[in-house]
């Protein structure tokens, strides 16, 4: 390809992503209006001012795109789930972990509007339903991830089934994420995540 088939071909690209993330912003504006079941993707279509054609290039229906939105914004949880975790310690390894909790729950408050969208999908849509449950083990793996660290560092109690105690700490996270987003929760994100870390470290490390 000469320089200007490449020229070209970089600018039809560029428009390509440019009518994607219309699409995506239009939608996000829809589904916060009208709740996952209302919203249709004409209306999306609409809003963002594009072709039912162009559109279902990009995506294959609503669904579709509400799981591009929700990977967009389980990013930001998964990046706090990253937090290097090194502990030296018990102490050490409340403090991460009651971090991680609040910066987690926190989030989930900041996101409260996204997420109720979410929910409602998750009751009728297999599709985001489906992609919740890979989000999930996705988390619970990474959790895991942490607790074999401190296995290896002598800090966790003895016979423990470590993926039993990754699944129930994600599962502790994910109860109280959703009563946030309901606006059900009965304490502060501050008074929840020390909580709800204490016990489990209380649990999982040596009292030492």
Request: glycine content about 6%; proline content about 2%; aromatic content about 10%.
């Amino acid at each position: 390809m000469d320089k200007k088939g490449v020229e070209t071909s970089d600018k039809r690209h560029l428009r390509s992503m440019i009518t994607r993330e219309k699409i995506l912003k239009s939608a996000k504006e829809v589904f916060l209006e009208e709740g996952f079941q209302k919203a249709t993707i004409s209306q999306m279509i609409k809003k963002a001012g594009v072709g039912y054609g162009t559109a279902y290039v990009h995506f294959e229906g609503k669904d579709d795109i509400l799981i591009v939105l929700m990977e967009d914004v389980m990013a930001k949880f998964y990046e706090i789930a990253e937090t290097p975790f090194s502990p030296r310690s018990k102490e050490e390894a409340n403090d991460i972990i009651e971090n991680q909790a609040y910066s987690f729950l926190k989030l989930a408050e900041k996101e409260r509007d996204i997420m109720c969208v979410l929910e409602q999908a998750i009751g009728v849509s297999p599709e985001a339903a489906n992609k919740w449950k890979e989000t999930r083990e996705k988390f619970i793996q990474r959790i895991l991830k942490d607790i074999h660290y401190s296995h290896e560092n002598g800090l966790t109690r003895a016979g423990l089934n470590f993926e039993l105690v990754a699944r129930g700490w994600f599962f502790v996270n994910e109860m109280y994420l959703w009563e946030i987003v309901r606006g059900e929760q009965r304490a502060p994100v501050e008074e929840i995540a020390e909580a709800i870390t204490s016990v489990y470290t209380a649990g999982l490390y040596k009292g030492v």
